[in-house]
């Protein structure tokens, strides 16, 4: 196998912001957009999950994407810490599905992020060819789920992306994934409980997916690769939502 960088197209020292960067899939495309030769500010909540990412080069900053006025100054100094305002966002942050929370404060903080800082960004100055990735899930858009909060946000936040990738397209382009079942903080001990074990035996690859999965279609999504992929949504989950 060749040792050479995975560039995907994008042109070396173009710049992404990831939000819920600090672990599990925003860790996996972080560190993938590393990789890839793009200049990275990975966003999270929480400061304890950023620390290794700047050890290795990548600008960070400690934001909660459902504050308005954090988020902006967030952009700010992203903007001013990589010399402009990045080409690329991955629009990954969100509450967990197993968190209990009241709908509408769920929605606002699950929707009204994405809308917010996809807006900021916008309204900050995005260069040309400019492309988001929303990290969905396949709950709301291909199967229910029991946290009503959690498949309405998710079929919402891909209603955004339609919207963006039929009106906007002259300023971006808009896609999101769909993941299924995968390997991070949140879920573990999934794999091992009866539901898991429920769940993954209808998955036909019978197996949990990966961070390092969900991150190589992101990132794909999100590069030159796809400059005539718009508005679509793209479920990356083993399988497992075609034998449904």
């Given amino acids: 196998m060749s040792n050479d960088p995975i560039t995907l197209g994008f042109t070396p020292g173009d710049a992404v912001i990831v939000t819920g960067a600090g672990s599990g899939i925003g860790r996996a495309v972080a560190l993938g957009a ?33 504050d308005a006025p954090a988020r902006a100054a967030a952009l700010a100094v992203t903007t001013d810490a990589l010399g402009g305002v990045p080409r690329y966002l991955v629009n990954n942050a ?3 599905s197993q968190v209990p929370l009241d709908f509408e404060e769920a929605v606002r903080i699950s929707v009204g992020s994405v809308r917010g800082l996809t807006q900021d960004w916008l309204d900050a100055g995005t260069p040309p060819d400019a492309a988001m990735v929303v990290t969905a ?11 009503d909060w959690y498949s309405a946000s998710k079929a ?19 896609n999101g994934i769909g993941p299924g079942m995968t390997d991070t903080p949140r879920l573990t001990g999934f794999a091992e409980s009866e539901m898991g074990h429920r769940i993954l035996g209808r998955v036909p690859l019978k197996r ?5 999965e969900m991150a190589w279609p992101i990132l794909f999504l999100l590069s030159p690769l796809a400059s005539y992929v718009n508005g679509v949504f793209l479920p990356v989950d083993g399988g497992w939502t075609v034998t449904q």
């Fill in 34 to 66: 590393l990789d890839a030769g793009l200049r990275v500010s990975a966003w999270d909540l929480r400061p304890d999950g950023l620390t290794e990412l700047a050890g290795r080069g990548i600008h960070t900053a400690v934001c909660d994407v459902a």
């Fill in 94 to 96: 969100g509450p967990s």
């Fill in 137 to 147: 899930s396949v709950a709301g858009n291909k199967v229910g789920t029991e946290s």
């Fill in 156 to 174: 919402a936040v891909m209603g955004y992306v339609r919207h963006l990738a039929a009106h906007h397209a002259d300023r971006i382009r808009a």
């Fill in 208 to 212: 949990m997916g990966r961070p390092d």
